[in-house]
């Protein structure tokens, strides 16, 4: 028998994977959580096997009497060969953790350990290796340091990420006099519920005319939606069918203070219908565009996604469904890779409370808890 480990962010996924390229005849050996080592291939692992006799080939007949244990000999040495296999993959989980072991930190289990917190609050490997690297210089370097106990390495890692964040909790630096700001983002991340936000608590509290434009013309309800929010708000509100018209539109409307643009969501498989879109933001450079991503992806997902955006050039992170985040891991993860200031954090349905300018304290709550919860548990 021939085994091989799939990898995807559902089981249902890497089933599917695994029987198309093995064929409907592959069979289940087991499932699991993926090993942190390998997290970032997905989040679930699936281990098929497949016959080493190829398909097709007709079933033998019936043994003789005298043959049972030909057909014995023949299964242990297929469970050795699985067993085999499977040693081989540990082999190579073990490889792919062999970076820390390489690094000296088998000498510092504190370190050791903060990886593995790091990895379980779904930081990508990557991330993990140089924030807890980093942790390391700032103590010393020395394991033996009275500098390197567990609370201090956690400290240092900790200082690391507040070092590395920026944040820009506000609309429209480019041109203070007049500030536009586009929001994109994929399906259901709540664009809509975040602009709305935005211009209460930057426009209408601040006593600022607000105009909004839609270029969500396509969603079934979408423009009633926000052009209701517009009038209860008392701003201005039009939809736009094209960029054409977005470019006039902006022209018009000149003289608002706080200009608002919502944008369709765009999935994996629409995204060429936003390149005109994108064309149209890289040469119209009065515009600031926020990325929206929900909180609760992810990382793979979560990093994903945002490379996708990538073609709109987002100039800041936003955050929705900020407290249905498991672990803020996943979230500061790609605000550190990304490079880009985070400016809002959104939770919830209510307007405008459900909204916050980003923190260094909000986006960093609650990293060390799971750690913390299990200790707790262990005592």
Request: include cysteine.
């Amino acid at each position: 028998m021939k085994i091989k480990s799939y990898f995807a962010d559902s089981v249902q996924a890497a089933m599917e994977k695994a029987r198309a390229e093995l064929g409907a005849e592959a069979m289940l050996v087991h499932s699991k959580n993926t090993d942190a080592e390998l997290r970032h291939l997905g989040a679930y692992e699936v281990v098929f096997g497949v016959s080493a006799h190829p398909t097709g080939v007709a079933a033998p007949k019936a043994a003789p009497e005298g043959a049972t244990n030909e057909r014995g000999d023949a299964l242990l040495e297929e469970m050795a060969e699985l067993r085999r296999q499977i040693e081989g993959v540990k082999r190579s989980v073990s490889r792919q953790s062999a970076h820390l072991r390489l690094a000296g930190l088998e000498r510092w289990p504190e370190l050791e350990k903060l990886y593995e917190q790091l990895l379980a609050a779904d930081f990508s490997s990557e991330t993990a290796q140089d924030l807890v690297q980093a942790a390391r210089r700032s103590t010393d370097g020395d394991p033996r340091s009275p500098r390197a106990s567990a609370a201090a390495v956690e400290a240092a890692v900790s200082a690391e990420i507040e070092r590395r964040l920026l944040l820009a909790p506000e609309i429209g630096e480019r041109e203070p006099a007049r500030k536009v700001a586009l929001f994109a983002g994929p399906p259901g991340c709540g664009k809509t519920s975040l602009l709305v936000k935005v211009a209460v608590a930057h426009g209408v509290k601040r006593g600022i005319p607000v105009q909004i434009l839609s270029t969500d013309t396509l969603r079934v309800g979408a423009v009633e939606q926000l052009s209701a929010y517009a009038r209860i708000l008392g701003a201005g509100f039009q939809a736009v069918h094209t960029v054409a018209a977005l470019a006039r539109a902006l022209e018009e409307h000149r003289a608002k203070k706080l200009v608002l643009i919502d944008t369709p969501g765009y999935a994996a498989n629409e995204m060429e219908d936003a390149q005109e879109l994108a064309g149209f933001v890289s040469r119209e450079r009065r515009i600031e565009v926020h990325l929206l991503l929900p909180a609760f992806l992810r990382q793979s997902v979560l990093a994903r996604t945002a490379e996708r955006f990538q073609i709109v050039a987002p100039a800041k992170l936003a955050f929705t469904h900020f407290d249905e985040a498991g672990s803020p891991g996943a979230v500061l993860d790609q605000a550190l890779r990304s490079g880009l200031p985070v400016s809002f954090l959104s939770s919830g349905q209510k307007i405008p409370e459900d909204i916050a300018e980003a923190s260094k304290a909000a986006l960093l709550e609650g990293l060390w808890e799971p750690a913390e919860a299990a200790a707790v548990s262990a005592a």
